[in-house]
């Protein structure tokens, strides 16, 4: 197969698109590709001051490379979780994001769980009623804090996450399923900060595909943790992926088509705003500041305190 | 010879002679969840594997909470 620009031997052939690539191609294609999207959905300006949270996996290391290469004022923000999992998975993530950071001299913030509260991800799941058998739900919610935390006290314009297509397809996928009305009519490609306390939060990579994410890693040669988090396997983000990837293999384009029809929808007012009760009831959190709609503390702070 | 495709420390075998994309399919792989590397250069689904050899796969999907 070639190259559609050039006549190059293709790398990469995203069905999607009916668009094959050679590898210099696809290297110009993608932050070209992200620099579109940050436009269209207006996410932010070269004059903003950005934080990207980075894990040390392909996405978050990709899209912090992108916006370097593409002129952006873009820290990092690394947040230790304390997961071992038999492969030292949180310290191998610490130690590619810290080397790329360094390679590239940018500023990354590194934050330690284990450092700051005293327990790793792994205790905290085991001691609270939250983390009971969920630790994703325990390092979520912590992550979510922190990340706002961070944002916030650093007054950044916006903090970015790198979830791909493939990401927000699962999700959406999830949440129709459920129904979950508050969280369809806040999923999209920029969640604006409209109460105090909350920092904007944008996913510049929402258009591109898992796949070419880590075609752009590996063809650009961005080091990054290829183990998946421990915790991860058997996770139904993971099984909702597989799904959508059947469906994906039989109709080339669907995964795509899914999610723009739902921007669409949401853009045509299918989801009204009370389908998200909770924006109305947030208060600051009286221990953290932080917004919340549970009575009293945020659910984060409860989980803290709770003792065994 | 057969090709041999690894994927995660996995060895599968499938016969030469198939495009990579019908082979993938033979070891139940999802061609969209994988990419496929010969001698370090990423390869298109529609290459056909040549006799014994070696074809290393990258999984793509993460998963965890969001």
């Known amino acids: 197969m070639k190259c559609r620009k050039c006549d190059q ?48 996996g392909k ?74 058998g969920k630790p994703c739900s325990v ?30 397809a699962a999700a959406l996928f999830g949440n129709t399923l459920n129904w979950l009305g508050g969280y369809l009519y806040r999923q999209g490609p920029v969640l604006e900060a409209n109460r105090p306390g909350l920092v904007r939060k944008v996913k510049p990579l929402c258009r591109l595909y898992e796949r070419e994410m880590a075609a752009y890693a590996m063809l650009r040669g961005i080091e990054y943790i290829y183990d998946e988090c421990p915790y991860a396997k058997g996770s139904k983000s993971i099984y909702y992926k597989e799904l959508l990837n059947q469906l994906e293999a039989d109709r080339p384009g669907a995964k795509l088509q899914f999610y723009l029809s ?32 549970a009575p009293g503390e945020c659910a984060f702070c409860r989980m803290i305190l709770q003792t065994a | 010879m057969p090709v041999k495709l690894i994927l995660r420390g996995k060895e599968y075998e499938v016969k030469p002679g198939m495009t990579l994309r019908h082979s993938l399919l ?26 014994g050899e070696t074809i290393r796969l990258i999984a793509v999907i993460s998963g965890g909470n969001q």
């Open chain 1, 9 to 56: 031997k293709a790398v990469i052939n995203m069905r999607q698109h009916k668009l094959a690539l050679c590898q210099a191609h696809f290297l110009e294609w993608v932050p070209a590709q992200v620099q579109r999207f940050i436009e269209k959905y207006n996410m932010f300006t070269h004059d903003d001051r950005l934080l990207v949270a980075v894990s040390g």
């Open chain 1, 59 to 132: 996405d978050s290391l990709s899209l912090w490379e992108i916006l370097w290469r593409l002129g952006y004022q873009a820290d990092g923000l690394y947040i230790g979780l304390g997961i071992d999992g038999g492969i030292a998975y949180s310290q191998e993530s610490k130690r590619l994001t810290e080397a790329f950071a360094a390679e590239r001299g940018l500023y990354l913030h590194v934050v330690s769980v284990p450092e700051e509260y005293h327990e790793t991800i792994p205790e905290m799941a085991d001691r609270t009623r939250r983390g009971r």
């Open chain 1, 139 to 168: 390092c979520g919610m912590t992550k979510r804090h922190i990340m706002n935390r961070v944002g916030r006290e650093g007054g950044y314009a916006a903090l970015l996450t790198g979830h791909n297509l493939d990401d927000e």
């Open chain 1, 262 to 293: 739902f921007l669409q929808a949401k853009e045509n007012g299918i989801f009204a705003p009370q389908a998200d009760p909770d924006a109305e009831n947030l208060h600051p959190c009286p221990t953290c500041g932080q917004p919340t709609s």
């Open chain 2, 26 to 51: 033979k070891i139940d792989v999802q061609p969209e969840a994988v990419l496929a590397t010969r001698k370090g250069q990423m390869i298109t689904e529609d290459e056909i594997l040549k006799d």
